[in-house]
């Protein structure tokens, strides 16, 4: 069952990666010879932006989507896409106090991890048979959580065992996106083409019952992917 799966993806990805030969039309392509269904995969650098600097270092994310292509210039996603950046130690400080730093010592840290699954249409306004420039924008649902967990510094021997998160807080809430990219078709007959862009995302979240434990969860949160991957 599982082999049979694979080829079929394998099938998938053949058919839609590869333009078909001219006045061949089928129901997987559009009248201008591009497909109808899209997918990508990437990866890359979160950079903190606005007010969130103050309570978040930069990260790293990785992102994949799926959904539908109008044809060669209009296209509409579903987007899974995680966050992932690291507390600065001015806050850890603040909550937890001046943390020790000697080898086998048990220290405190932060990580805020952010979960999307948004809608985004994008527009490739030029085109040429091989660049691709485009704007992209949309919005959805965010999932916000800190966690503050103890990590050991470097171990002389062995360290101990891991102790549960100190302090946990969630907050979900809708946002929005936008920006623009650049991508790049390596083979005149393919549809796969190597993209790389950035777009500025706000996440509304508001205070609620995390003020009382850590307020920077309920604030609003900015940042900016910078993303490269496969899409086609």
Known sequence: MSFTLVLLAISS???????????????????????????????GYSASAGS?????????????????????????????????????????????GAQPTAPGSAQVVGDTHLWKLTLDPSYRFHQTEHLGLYVVAGGGFFRK??????????????????????????????????????????????????FAEVRYVWVDNKPGVNEQFYAPA????????ITVGLRW
């Not at 989507?65 to 992932?84: C, D, I, K, M, V």
């Not at 309920?218 to 992917?225: G, I, S």
């Open 13 to 43: 990805f053949r058919l839609l990666a590869q333009t078909p030969a001219q006045g061949h039309i089928n129901s997987w392509y559009n009248a201008d010879g591009s497909p109808k269904l899209a997918m990508e995969f990437g990866g």
């Open 52 to 96: 969130s600097r103050q309570v978040q270092n930069d990260g790293w994310n990785y992102l994949m989507g799926g959904g539908y292509n109008f044809n060669r210039r209009l296209s509409l996603l579903a987007e899974y896409g995680f966050n992932h950046f690291r507390s600065p130690q001015s806050e850890i400080d603040a909550l937890f």
């Open 145 to 194: 959580l800190q966690i503050f967990r103890t990590e050991y510094n470097t171990c002389i021997g062995a360290c101990g065992p891991p102790t549960p998160d100190l302090l946990r807080a969630s907050n979900n809430a809708g946002g929005i996106e936008g920006g623009a990219g650049a991508s790049w078709r390596p083979g005149t007959y393919s549809n796969a083409r190597l």
């Open 218 to 225: 309920d604030r609003a949160t900015q940042y900016l992917p």
